[in-house]
């Protein structure tokens, strides 16, 4: 298959089908990578306001085998929203599609369109007094639609599920233009393949998600809250374990950091408070929330009591107000912008089983001493097996001394994963930036399966080609 770009006479057609303002040149937001390591091309930006849009421009594009890339919030890791190689794409942003269609607090379920942004889903399911749990850094910014292309995660993960256990159904553009109406709200549906999760992780390479029902939860009235110093990952799992026991369902986030967190942000952001004096190698931060009668802060003293009087924990900060817990959290959540600007060598989406966490760590750390004096900083959602195992120069050194060996600490990091059985993508996708990682990690059958899926949805290729499988051309 030979790929085509978008040319004049192209735009010009879809311009007489669609209306007005549609398609427009190309800006430069479009083409942006948050980190600013890949810069995109297009040769033009569509805005569709409907689904029957989506299916002209795809039914177009397919046709002339001109490739889409569908654009969210362009908050993704992995270089999956951009192309920044082959013929110039258009680029679909759903950005005009994002009505949040109902909000039912009956069955706890909301219906919205594609670009709905996910802070602005947190904000209608509050007002009906519920819970929408998907929790990450960029809701301000990131659309529900890339939420469900990419299967994110974030810190709920452990109580909730990823997305893809917040959906209910989807509607769906195929590459052809049909529409697959699938927006069922049903709990139960046993009447053959489930077909909403081609699509939710599939990062826009089999179609185009534009809306979804998705789950609604009560929303906790009280919350317990408390960041604790453990000696090691060993004693935080034994700490997750006993949390479990104590508090059952009602963890929400259990979050490993590591003492380097707290480093970067008194170097990078010193008007962040940090809960210890004293920084502890590693601590973790517990999130309880409860309904109802339950006393969510003498659940979180008793995690605590019990903890300290096993040897688990050897010193703690339990938030008494909503302000302390935010203040915890402003801990948890800014770490990522303390890793940016130090300036990761190598930043790792990895999970592993929660056995082998602690083996791994250590393992993974000392392995990169081979490779030359560097500082890891290991932080993650410690209760679903999620790490963020990012690898930073040394002092007085900054990441492009290392450029020559970033392959090389990437590849032992990632072959280390593998033999603890492991994956190298746990929240973030594949995108274009791992798609070498999933030929050389991936199981031989599982990938020549995705590539048949590929091939029956999208015969022509025309779909974000590139990302996750190869570009057919």
């Not at 007094?129 to 659309?143: M, N, V, W």
């Not at 997750?240 to 990078?268: P, Q, Y």
């Not at 392995?367 to 690898?391: E, W």
């Amino acid at each position: 298959m030979t790929f085509k770009a978008v040319s004049q006479g192209f735009i010009d057609a879809l311009k007489t089908i669609l209306p007005d303002d549609t398609i427009r040149p190309v800006e430069d937001r479009y083409l942006q990578e948050l980190r600013g390591k890949w810069r995109g091309k297009a040769g033009c930006i569509a805005l569709p306001r409907n689904a029957d849009d989506v299916s002209t421009i795809l039914r177009m594009a397919n046709d002339a085998h001109v490739p889409v890339v569908p654009f969210g919030g362009g908050t993704g890791l992995v270089c999956g929203q951009i192309s920044p190689d082959g013929p110039d794409p258009i680029v679909l942003s759903l950005e005009r599609m994002n009505a949040i269609r109902t909000v039912d607090p009956v069955e706890n379920v909301m219906i919205v369109e594609a670009g709905a942004i996910l802070h602005d889903l947190h904000v209608a399911a509050e007002t009906i007094d519920r819970l929408f749990p998907l929790s990450i850094a960029a809701s301000g910014t990131a659309q529900i639609g890339g939420n469900l292309a990419t299967n994110a995660g974030g810190v709920n993960v452990l109580r909730y599920g990823n997305t893809r256990d917040l959906c209910l159904g989807l509607e769906v553009v195929l590459p052809d233009g049909r529409i697959w109406n699938g927006l069922s709200r049903l709990r139960k549906d046993n009447t053959g393949y489930d077909l909403k999760n081609l699509f939710v992780g599939s990062e826009g390479s089999l179609g185009v998600i534009t809306a979804a029902s998705l789950k609604l939860f009560p929303r906790p009235s009280q919350f317990g809250t408390a960041m604790m110093a453990v000696a090691g990952p060993s004693e935080a799992l034994q700490l997750l374990a006993l949390s479990r026991d104590v508090a059952g369902e009602a963890i929400s986030a259990f979050e490993l950091i590591h003492a380097n967190g707290f480093r970067f942000l008194a170097e990078k952001m010193p008007h962040i408070p940090l809960p210890f004096a004293d920084v502890p190698e590693w601590s973790v931060l517990i999130d309880l929330g409860l309904s109802g009668d339950q006393d969510a802060q003498a659940l979180i003293e008793a995690i605590f009591s019990d903890a300290f009087d096993a040897g688990l924990v050897t010193d703690g900060v339990i938030a008494s107000s909503l302000a302390q817990r935010d203040t915890l959290w402003a801990v948890r959540e800014t770490i990522p912008d303390a890793n940016r600007a130090i300036g990761a060598i190598a930043s790792h989406d990895v999970s592993l089983p929660l056995r082998a966490l602690p083996d791994f760590i250590q393992t993974a750390t000392r392995g990169l001493q081979d490779i030359g004096y560097v500082r890891v900083n290991c932080f993650g959602h410690l209760g679903d097996g999620n790490l963020h195992f990012n690898v930073f120069p040394a002092n007085g050194k900054s990441k492009e001394d290392y450029s020559d060996q970033r392959d090389a600490i990437s590849q032992s990091v990632h072959d280390l994963v593998h033999r603890f059985q492991g994956s190298v993508s746990a929240e973030h996708g594949v995108g274009r930036m791992k798609t070498s990682d999933l030929a050389r990690y991936k199981d031989p059958v599982a990938l020549a399966l995705m590539g048949d899926l590929k091939s029956t949805l999208d015969p022509n290729g025309i779909m974000n080609p590139g990302v996750i499988l190869p570009a057919r051309t």
